[in-house]
């Protein structure tokens, strides 16, 4: 069992830059695939980025590609977002997720694929 705890949300002006952090005990963090989604208010959760147990692949959802970053430190059991050029429209609670999942580079952009989930930490962008 995996337990996922999200940090580094707040509040920015458009074009400031946040970095959230995730980080995951109870488990082989090495093991897992990882994912970030975000929920805005009235809407569905959005799939954000994905990265592969090795941290050797990842994917971007369109609206987050060229300005959010997710990379991961095994040896920390860690994930980051960073995330620059924010825009009012990247409002929303931020989720890490984590599936078990090795050797394979399978990048998981589907909530209904991930089992395990953080508490979510909000992310505030004001123009």
């Known amino acids: 069992q995996v337990q996922l705890v999200e940090s580094g949300g707040g509040s920015v002006q458009a074009g400031g830059s946040l970095r959230l952090s995730c980080a995951a005990s109870?488990?082989?963090?090495?093991?897992?695939?990882m994912g970030w989604f975000r929920q805005a208010p009235g809407k569905e959760r959005e799939f954000v980025s994905a990265?592969?147990?090795?941290?050797?692949?990842?994917s971007y959802a369109d609206s987050v590609k060229g300005r959010f970053t997710f990379s991961r430190d095994n040896a920390k059991n860690t994930v980051y977002l960073q995330m620059n050029s924010l825009k009012p429209e990247d409002t929303a609670v931020y989720y890490c997720?984590?599936?078990?999942?090795?050797?394979?580079?399978?990048?998981?952009?589907?909530?209904?694929?991930?089992?395990?989930w953080g508490q979510g930490t909000q992310v505030t962008v004001s123009s």
């Open positions: 997720a984590a599936r078990e999942e090795v050797f394979t580079n399978i990048l998981r952009m589907r909530a209904d694929e991930y089992d395990y």
């Open positions: 109870g488990g082989t963090f090495s093991r897992y695939a």
């Open positions: 990265i592969t147990w090795t941290g050797g692949r990842t």
